[in-house]
């Protein structure tokens, strides 16, 4: 069944951050879901990594981090999203939890243009015995830049402004329904912050936090009262 077809009575958000054109979300939510309570927006994280998936997948295009990266999703991901969000966050799949044969490679529409991302196959719970939840939100194609930016002084000659370190991160995701096994909202999503040269983990959380915070706005997941 299609998408279009699948989703034919809901409701469709479009989300387009205006000061950067390729930040664009979808939610796609059926009326029976508006009224949510917490408890019932339970989530789990799910890293798409190539290691397991790549013989599947040959030709996706990965996630990619490096050793400090790597490091901080492996260490610092969970606590971070739980931070941003009141509803429950009960865990964290990575792509050795999953079976090859239920996921796909599916084109997903956004206003900025296509994504390619791996997708559970429609008619898929992610929710295991260890990790059960109603929502899991999938992170696919995530990286990290860094880059330098002019800030303070003048443009006048010889008073040109300082470069500032700065950190990004850019990643796509999608928001899959472990009742309805099927996906409710996706997109790509970025955010960036000071590289801080003596405390380059405090920037690495920060940007994520903001990343996150991005994907839960646009969600059926409650909002953290300090956000």
């Not at 079976?99 to 295991?128: C, V």
Request: proline share 4%; charged share 20%; net charge negative.
């Amino acid at each position: 069944m299609s998408i279009k077809s699948f989703f034919i009575c809901a409701v469709v958000f479009l989300f387009i951050n205006s000061c950067n054109n390729n930040t664009t979300q979808i939610l796609l939510q059926d009326e029976t879901d508006t009224n949510l309570q917490a408890r019932e927006t339970s989530v789990s994280l799910l890293i798409i990594e190539p290691e397991p998936l790549y013989n599947y997948f040959p030709d996706h295009v990965y996630g990619a981090l490096r050793p400090t990266e790597k490091m901080i999703f492996d260490n610092d991901l969970l606590q971070l999203f739980r931070q941003q969000t009141q509803s429950p966050v009960v865990g964290k799949k990575i792509s050795e939890d999953l079976i090859p044969e239920q996921l796909e490679s599916r084109r997903f529409d956004l206003d900025a243009g296509p994504i390619i991302l791996i997708s559970p196959k429609q008619g898929t719970d992610l929710s295991t015995s260890n990790i059960n939840s109603r929502f899991t939100v999938i992170l696919d194609k995530y990286h990290f830049t860094s880059y330098q930016v002019e800030t303070g002084g003048g443009s006048y000659a010889g008073h040109e402004g300082d470069p500032q370190n700065r950190i990004r991160l850019d990643t796509a995701y999608i928001i899959w329904d472990n009742d309805q096994k099927r996906e409710i909202g996706w997109g790509m999503v970025n955010a960036s912050h000071i590289l801080y040269s003596d405390d380059a983990t405090t920037s690495y959380q920060n940007v994520i936090k903001s990343t996150f915070q991005k994907i839960i706005k646009v969600s059926p997941f409650i909002k953290s009262d300090s956000v």
